[in-house]
């Protein structure tokens, strides 16, 4: 089993940048692949990237193609997720999610994963 804790999320204005991390306590964290999900006030929670569990792997929401960046370090067992050009819409909460994978497998679907992270705030001012 693994535990996930969010970090990263604060108050930026639109254009700036925020680092979120994610980082396991416990587990043997290269085994699972690791996603990104959000949830905004009223809305459902949505994808936004996931990383495989051997780093070679990634896929990223449409909304975050070319703006957001996800990484990992197998090292620290935490996944980092890069949010440049912040805008008003991806105000939401942040939650990390992991699920034990092959080594190239990356889910978009909430179902996809096991464990989950309490989730970060993440607000963008216009």
């Known amino acids: 089993q693994v535990q996930l804790v969010e970090s990263g999320g604060g108050l930026v204005q639109a254009g700036g940048s925020l680092r979120l991390s994610c980082a396991s306590s416990?587990?043997?964290?290269?085994?699972?692949?690791v996603g990104w999900f959000r949830q905004a006030p009223g809305k459902e929670r949505e994808f936004v990237a996931s990383?495989?569990?051997?780093?070679?792997?990634?896929d990223l929401a449409d909304s975050a193609k070319g703006r957001f960046t996800i990484s990992r370090d197998n090292v620290l067992k935490t996944v980092f997720l890069q949010m440049n050009s912040l805008e008003p819409d991806d105000t939401a909460v942040y939650y990390c999610?992991?699920?034990?994978?092959?080594?190239?497998?990356?889910?978009?679907?909430?179902?996809?994963?096991?464990?989950w992270g309490q989730g970060t705030q993440v607000t963008v001012s216009s």
């Open positions: 999610a992991a699920t034990a994978g092959s080594s190239t497998w990356t889910g978009r679907r909430v179902e996809d994963y096991r464990y």
């Open positions: 990383i495989s569990r051997n780093g070679a792997s990634n």
């Open positions: 416990k587990g043997t964290f290269t085994v699972y692949a």
